[in-house]
């Protein structure tokens, strides 16, 4: 599975921005999609996460803000993000997993596959 990130950029408080992460090779078998990010000097925190059956999850720092979805035909992961905050600037990756599994959505460790990141910076 290749996951290729693309959407970032520069925008100013307040403003938005559609992330899509286009997926190749055997997803078929994942169970969850899920959106992280990474500001400079720190780890890696959950964003957003989607099931195959379309249930969606958030960080309660970006609820009301911003939306998780998929696009099955395209193979495709998106994440709009609206009232973006200074706060939000950081790298963000789109993550697969393999299949089911009890680890929550919010762990890195649940994913086998992930993107190369494109940056988000709000000033």
């Known amino acids: 599975v290749q996951l290729v990130e693309s959407g970032g950029g520069s925008v100013q408080a307040g403003g938005s921005l559609r992330l899509s992460c286009a997926a190749s090779g055997d997803t078929y078998s994942s169970y969850c999609m899920g959106w992280f990010r990474q500001a400079p000097g720190k780890e890696r925190e959950e964003v957003a996460g989607?099931?195959?059956?379309?249930?969606?999850s958030y960080a309660d720092s970006v609820k009301g803000r911003f939306t998780i979805s998929k696009d099955n035909v395209k193979n495709t992961l998106y994440l709009q993000m609206s009232s973006l905050k200074p706060e939000d600037t950081a790298i963000y990756y789109c993550?697969?997993?393999?299949?089911?599994?009890?680890?929550?959505?919010?762990?890195?460790?649940?994913?086998?596959?992930w993107g190369q990141g494109t940056q988000v910076t709000v000033s």
């Open positions: 989607i099931d195959s059956d379309g249930t969606t």
């Open positions: 993550a697969v997993d393999r299949g089911f599994s009890l680890v929550p959505w919010t762990r890195v460790a649940r994913y086998s596959y």
